[in-house]
Every structure is written in C-alpha cells, then in structure tokens.
C-alpha cells in the first residue's frame, strides 16, 4: 500500500515561502513514495471572474512567477498526481466563456513544465478518494465529501478547515480529512480574508497504509518555519516585479546621431517604449 503525502492548496506563486521545506521534510520523516497535490496549484488571480488586486501582476508576469516557483516543486517532487482546482482551470473556463473549444488550449504539464505530472480531477489510491473539494464548505467539508460519497476522501479548497474526522459503524471505516493549505496569507491575493478572524491552517496531509494523518506547520514567532528564517530564497512577489519594471526601465545608450525613424517611418532608438510602439505599428493591421 502506498505512503502519501498531500500537498496542500498552493496557489503559486504565492505559496508560503517555508511551505516547500516543510513538505520535504515530511516527506523523509514519514518514509512516504507518493505525491498528492490537492489543487490550486496556481493562482491565476490575473485571469479571473473576479476583479483583480490593483497591486497585483498582470497574467504574462503571474504566469512566469507561478512557473518559477511550480519549477522548484517539480524539482523536489518530478513525479506526482495533481487535482486540478477551480484556480488551476479558470484558464479553461475563461476560454470557455468565450466560445474556444479546447482544442486551442495547452495541456496543464505543458503549460507548467511538469512533464510527469499526472493532472486529473479525482484519484483513487488505497480505496480513498483525493479530489480538490471544489463546491465544498461548511465546518467540516471533508467529512460532508465522505458522507456524499460513502467513502474516505481527502481534499483542500477550504483554507481554514484542516484536520480528520471519522465514521465507523460495524461494517466500514472511513474518515474525510482536510488538508489545509501552504499559501502566504499576506500576499495581496488574499487580501480578501484580510479582516476575517479565522485563518488558512498552514499544514499537509499524510496517508499511510490507508490511515490518514494530519501535519500542522509550525510557523509561529521563533518556531521552525518562521517566515523570517525563509524570506531569503523566496523573494516576495512585488519585489519580483520591481525587478523586472527596474530592468525594463534601464536607459538605452543615447545614438542622438542617426535619426530617430528609418527610411519606412519606423523608430530607430530601441528603448523598451519604442521598441513597443515599433511592435504595434509595424503589425499590418
Ligand atoms: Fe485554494
């Protein structure tokens, strides 16, 4: 039988910048040889319904964050299976919503770079069912999921639910357990949950031999996975962009001797906003 481990909600690239260490030391510590990804791997905050934060990136940026960061889990974990979450696809249903057939889409490992990495909705591993949790809520979500589906089941998507719960009668035992999440809860992605009380469980799942198990991380002040003790390798996401909007600003050489157009009217200067502007005008339209 295998040994899981479930990686929680991720939603790169703002994932907790001690989240990946945790995963790996759980990992080693409880012998497993199975990789869960519960969902949400990304966030694609960009490309939603829903109206964007005003201090977030814009999608070409987002995707090359999320890139970055999925690379750095690839490299620890290059074989797992991944529950497509409702952020993992909202590519799908923005196309969708505007009449493109799938087709003309990528598929997710293209898309991510993650050449063995299995995405699908739902698996079955040991009789226990991983799935996102898509539509699920309430206290205890995994254990509705369980009880709709008369099964074990495992699931993310609900940030600050964590934990198991069980239903044994004379004939079956089964449990729902709810992963909780890895995500950077002062990213202005969540910005939404700023004024809620309660907060994402930081934390992973781990399923030995059928038997689930529940790992908390321990982030606080002066614990383990403090944030402090990690800032260094995970640059935040607004300095990602400075950098970039610094390297984009940087001053072209002055040429004040040739003229500023060529012969067909087009910008001889190759300063990013020229360079631009020559793209789009020398487009035929
Ligand atoms: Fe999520």
Redesign the pocket.
């Known amino acids: 039988m295998a040994k899981v481990l479930i990686v929680g909600?991720l939603?790169e690239p703002v994932s907790h910048p001690a989240y990946l260490q945790f995963c790996q030391d759980i990992y080693s510590q409880w012998n497993c040889d199975t990789i869960v990804f519960i969902?949400?791997v990304v966030d694609l905050h960009a490309i939603s319904f829903h109206a964007a934060h005003p201090e977030c990136p814009g999608p070409a940026d987002e995707h090359q964050f999320a890139l970055e960061q999925i690379q750095k889990w690839n490299d620890v974990f290059p074989k797992a299976r991944v529950c497509i979450?409702?952020?993992d696809e909202r590519i799908i249903r923005l196309a969708q919503s505007v009449n493109i057939p799938s087709k003309f889409l990528r598929d997710y490992p293209e898309v991510w770079n993650t050449p063995k990495w299995v995405w699908d909705y739902e698996f079955l591993v040991d009789d226990v069912c991983y799935y996102?949790g898509t539509g699920m809520n309430g206290i205890h979500p995994a254990f509705n999921a369980m009880r709709q589906r008369l099964m074990s089941v495992v699931i993310?998507?609900c940030?600050s639910s964590a934990g198991i719960k069980w239903l044994v009668n004379p004939h079956k035992r089964i449990f729902g357990m709810d992963v909780g999440?890895g995500?950077d809860v002062r990213a202005f992605q969540f910005a939404y949950g700023r004024h809620q009380v309660k907060k994402p469980v930081i934390s992973c799942g781990i399923v030995l031999d059928g038997i689930p198990y529940h790992e908390m991380m321990p982030a606080g002040e002066g614990e383990l996975y403090a944030r402090k003790n990690f800032e260094k390798g995970h640059p935040s996401i607004m300095s990602l962009v400075e950098k970039r909007n610094k390297a984009m600003r940087t001053p072209v050489k002055s040429r004040s001797s040739q003229p500023l157009r060529d012969s067909r009217g087009r910008f001889r200067r190759k300063g990013w906003v020229q360079s631009a502007i020559e793209n789009v005008f020398a487009k035929p339209i």
Do not use: E, F
């Open positions: 909600d939603h969902g949400d979450g409702n952020h996102h993310g998507h940030h999440t995500i």
